[in-house]
């Protein structure tokens, strides 16, 4: 008797920290900011902070931005960082290992981040969504997959998911998230393929440059109706915020978010 008693209340026990659990996980749900603001490279212009720095994530967070986008390759020694362009203070990305690129600080005294330390700062917060670009790989398609399976294993690691979207120009990259993630958010960034063609792959929207919807303005009401979120980049200019404002995009990837804000402030969103 004593024997079932002391095993109901192990039982009771685990029944109740399940419960505990299961309202921690619920008291802390993110909930992205309501506005179409993505900065691009983070919020870093205004101040004059090195983009996809984590001052300018930062910065993006502190100013209400619903994403901030920031860049990533993976060095020869399967580091992934963040930075926009295939070399960073004369060496090639993919060619040189972390401890060269590191060797050299960005403006503002801060090592170049690697994605461990940028999704690590990203997700104290529970306001502003992270838009990782997987960056093409200059080697070849298999080195492009594994930093698709890279970018993912790190996710897992700081169980980052719930932050997170994926855009790339590379769609194989995308494709690579969605076997190992199938719900991932992934956007496509390239712009040659219309909603209809991408809406097989499970694309969950297309982020494009402006002249590209320019263009084709009927893939606008196309990706609606196919239930593709659109958003674009990289909108600098208040005239050119505006129409897409108009035309209801989910996002807005720009280097001027204050200037967004403006924008949305005054329509009163
Ligand atoms: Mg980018």
Not at 165 to 170: G, K, R
Not at 205 to 221: C, L, M, P, Q, S
Request: charged letters at 25%.
């Amino acid at each position: 008797m004593k024997r079932i008693l002391s095993l109901t209340f192990v039982v009771f026990t685990f029944y109740l920290s399940g419960c505990m659990e299961s309202k921690k996980a619920t008291s802390s749900a993110i909930s992205f900011a309501d506005n179409i603001v993505v900065a691009h490279r983070g919020a870093w212009k205004k101040n004059h902070l090195p983009e996809n720095s984590i001052a300018s994530l930062r910065e993006a967070v502190r100013i209400g931005c619903s994403g901030t986008e920031f860049d990533v390759h993976l060095t020869a020694d399967d580091t992934l960082i963040v930075n926009h362009n295939r070399d960073y203070a004369g060496l090639m990305i993919e060619k040189s290992t972390y401890a060269q690129l590191a060797a050299t600080k960005l403006s503002n005294g801060e090592t170049i981040p690697t994605v461990y330390e940028y999704l690590t700062e990203g997700i104290k917060q529970k306001t502003t969504m992270l838009v990782l670009e997987l960056k093409p790989s200059i080697i070849g398609k298999e080195r492009g997959r594994q930093l698709a399976e890279k970018v993912i294993a790190q996710v897992r690691q700081l169980k980052a998911d719930r932050w997170m979207m994926y855009i790339s120009f590379d769609l194989d990259i995308l494709k690579r998230i969605l076997e190992l993630e199938p719900n991932a958010k992934v956007a496509y960034l390239n712009g040659e393929l219309s909603p209809a063609q991408l809406a097989p792959d499970k694309i969950w929207g297309i982020d494009y440059h402006y002249n590209v919807f320019r263009k084709n303005t009927g893939w606008i009401a196309e990706a609606k109706k196919l239930g593709i979120n659109l958003n674009v980049w990289t909108v600098n200019d208040a005239a050119d915020m505006q129409w897409f404002i108009d035309q209801k995009f989910d996002y807005v990837t720009t280097d001027e978010p204050e200037l967004l804000f403006e924008l949305i402030d005054k329509k009163g969103k």
